[in-house]
């Protein structure tokens, strides 16, 4: 396979308690497929599993780490040499030792190295066998200033594609008579909005029709209600984004689904297309079932 062909691999490594779980979050987010607390031993398989995957898996994350307890000893020559085969990376967090030890002692969870000595010495054991894979490493994180929002969002904009959505917003329309939908972050109640139902022309027309959306759109209210609606989302999808928050659903609700909250949650849809980093699909939960 040319090496065009091959997809990304990305070592995930570095000082325990500098944040490797949130890394590999993060990475997992930006559709990357990650195995966590692999043997160095198992990354030569997985590279070959990623290239006769034909596609398939085209990013792969692998956090390896001491937890590999003396099956870590054999990670820097393992590194090196698929490191030789191309569009391997190494990225290594690290941390100051008096970081660490606050982190670890919040957690009440001892060192993986600590052994019978104090969680200092096993941080600074494993520093010293980490020492030639930090110096040899593609990219070097020190997360010591960092919380783990601001890490997140640290590896998604050195991870991300260009141009690629930061944030997922699902627009879903509802209808109240069929109960509240559980799993949104926000609830709008277009009942306020008189019902197209009772327009014998419009009744068996949806909102996605334009007979049904000009009529919603155009009811006194409607306009002033989305102008604000969506002005009062854009600075949200924007901290949503600083948190490192990656998916959000907004429900928009009527009577039955079928007419407001449908036309309604369109427009939204079009109005908020052009928030940078978010990425804007509709979902009608109960368009149909009447």
């Given amino acids: 396979m040319a090496a065009a062909d091959k997809g990304e691999f990305l070592i995930v490594t570095g000082m325990s308690g ?42 792969i994350a692998a956090v390896v780490d001491v937890r590999g307890r003396s099956l870590f000893d054999d990670f820097p020559g393992v590194a090196r040499s698929l490191r030789a085969r191309g ?49 040899a490493a593609d990219l070097l994180v020190d997360t010591s200033m960092l919380n783990i929002h601001q890490l997140a969002t640290q590896v998604s904009e050195l991870f991300s594609e260009e141009g690629a959505a930061r944030h997922r917003l699902t627009i879903l329309s509802f209808g109240f008579k069929y109960g509240l939908p559980t799993d949104v972050d926000l609830v709008a109640d277009m009942r306020f909005l008189p019902n197209p139902f009772w327009k014998e022309e419009l009744r068996e027309h949806t909102g996605q029709d334009a007979d049904v959306r000009d009529y919603v759109l155009s009811r006194a209210g409607a306009t002033e209600f989305l102008d604000a609606y969506a002005a009062a989302l854009r600075p949200v ?51 149909g079932r009447e």
Avoid at 36 to 51: A, G, I, K, S, Y
Wanted: hydrophobic letters at 35%.
């Fill in 18 to 59: 500098a944040g490797r779980t949130t890394a590999a979050n993060a990475l997992e987010d930006l559709g990357w497929y990650v195995v966590d607390n692999l043997p160095p031993q198992m990354l030569r398989p997985l590279l070959e599993l990623t290239d006769m995957g034909a596609g398939n898996l085209p990013k």
């Fill in 87 to 135: 569009g391997v990376k190494v990225l290594f967090l690290d941390a100051s030792d008096d970081v660490l030890v606050r982190r670890y002692e919040s957690v009440r969870r001892p060192h993986p190295l600590q052994g019978d000595g104090t969680l200092l010495d096993g941080i600074r054991m494993e520093r010293q066998r980490l020492a030639p894979i930090r110096e």
């Fill in 237 to 287: 999808l924007e901290g949503y984004q600083r948190e490192n928050k990656s998916h959000s659903t907004v429900a928009i609700g009527c009577t039955g689904g079928k007419h407001r909250s449908v036309a309604t949650a369109e427009e939204l849809a079009r109005r908020l297309a052009d928030v940078p980093g978010v990425s804007v699909n509709v979902r009608h939960r109960d368009l």
